[in-house]
């Protein structure tokens, strides 16, 4: 297979290579500045500012693959690119890149009828408004999508809506406008999969309740934001539904693969800027009369950074690859392995950058605990490794059910 960059991507490349160098690195700090503001719930003044120039230099929803209104780029043709956004955590929302609006954009594109996208899907697009998925629940282990108890019930030209979200993304925005929320239309179905529906749910509807920001090791994600959500008789009408009754799962399902394979892209930027702060600190530092980089195991360790962060890039382009040649359902082994294999690799790559850091690294003076946190939440967002593993497991446990062991 072949990963070099066709000659659209490279321009897209040095052109979002160009807008990071002078729009954004530069602005770290007043973003910061911006963050640590009384009201932190507020729409950061920065990356409003930011917005126009990316779309008026073309570089605006570059990861929609099959739309007039993105770049057209495959899943394979996005991954540089979303690596690049994925250095500043707040950076891929200056493009219209950022989660969950790309999952949910997504599943508008593919599943939404022409009103719902003419209502929903056109102003997400435009970056007008911002949306929330609302799928995990604190009572069950939501890992298992069938084990959700949240409860949609028809009344004649209505959905009624009951139920308790959690870790609901972008709930605290106060630009969200629409949750895609998750819940069981026919629980006594005998297939299982066929029990849950998605709803289109503005978040002014009745009954809606945003109860409070949740945080990872202590950060609160503002002003995007996760929350804990209540519904509770909420009614929305009929058409609201995505797809029809039972079609949630499948809805899920669609809308995962993708997401999974942004987050990895986005690990690997982080991991590059992990090292790259390592190894300036290292080159920076003297201890007992000695640069710490001429210390082996520090050389050790810059090495197998760079080994990981190279065996996470090429098995994140194979399973774009993948995704884009045989489809989403027969990649799905090549997407749980970087699932697996991207988090882990940048917990192990941030991990060591905080160590050469010393205290500092354990500080919000340098970038590097909030991306640990970032990178342990992915081990569980999306699935939690334990899920992947196995089914990993099982798909290759089938390759040897029907053929002949080799001889010896």
């Known amino acids: 297979m072949d990963f070099d960059y066709s000659p659209k991507v490279d ?20 973003y910061q500045e911006a963050d640590s503001a009384a009201d932190r719930w507020r729409p950061n003044p920065v990356v409003e500012e930011l917005k126009p120039k990316a779309r008026a230099a073309g570089l605006w929803n570059l990861f929609l693959p099959e739309s007039t209104k993105g770049a057209g780029l495959s899943n394979l043709e996005y991954a540089p690119l979303c690596e690049i956004m994925g250095r500043v955590e707040w950076a891929p929302e200056v493009f219209n890149c950022s989660a969950p609006d790309t999952g949910n954009m997504e599943i508008l594109e593919r599943f939404g009828s022409e009103a719902q996208k003419a209502q929903w899907l056109r102003p997400l697009l435009a970056g007008e408004i911002r949306s929330g998925f609302a799928m995990t629940e604190p009572a069950v282990a939501s890992s ?9 019930r028809r009344e004649a030209d209505a959905y009624v809506i009951n139920g308790r979200k959690w870790w609901t993304s972008g709930a605290m925005d106060p630009r969200c406008a629409i949750f895609i929320f998750m819940g069981k239309t026919d629980a006594a179905n005998p297939d299982r999969y066929r029990q849950q529906s998605m709803l ?12 409070r920001p949740l945080t990872v090791f202590g950060y609160d994600d503002a002003p995007h934001g996760h929350g804990e959500v209540d519904f509770t008789d909420v009614r929305v009408p009929v058409a609201n539904i995505l797809l029809g009754e039972g079609r949630g ?22 991991a590059e800027v ?11 530092r003297v201890a007992f009369g000695h640069a710490l980089a001429e210390q082996s195991v520090w050389l050790e360790r810059i090495a197998q950074s760079r080994i990981l962060i190279d065996q996470a890039r090429l098995l994140t382009l194979n399973a774009a690859h993948r995704m884009d040649t045989v489809g989403n359902k027969a990649a799905r082994a ?7 294999a991207a988090p882990e690799m940048l917990c192990r790559v941030l991990d060591w950058a905080i160590q050469a850091h010393g205290a500092a ?7 590097l605990a909030q991306a640990y946190a970032y990178a342990r939440s992915v081990q569980i967002v999306d699935g939690p490794d334990e899920v ?10 089938r390759k040897y059910e029907t053929r002949e062991p080799t001889a010896p």
């Open 388 to 397: 992947h593993r196995n089914q990993i497991g099982r798909l290759e446990l």
């Open 274 to 284: 992990g090292l790259e702060l390592m190894c300036r600190r290292l080159s920076g």
């Open 11 to 30: 321009a897209l490349r040095q052109k979002l290579g160009a807008f990071m160098d002078e729009f954004v690195y530069p602005n770290q700090r007043r």
């Open 249 to 270: 799962f499948e809805i899920a399902q669609a809308r995962l693969g993708p997401g999974r394979i942004h987050h990895c892209m986005r690990l690997i930027g982080v």
């Open 200 to 211: 289109l749910v503005p978040r002014d509807t009745p009954g809606v309740r945003v109860l």
């Open 361 to 367: 690294g354990l500080s919000a003076d340098v970038p």
């Open 144 to 152: 298992d999508a069938t084990n959700i108890e949240s409860q949609i």
């Open 334 to 340: 090549e997407i749980a392995m970087i699932k697996v």
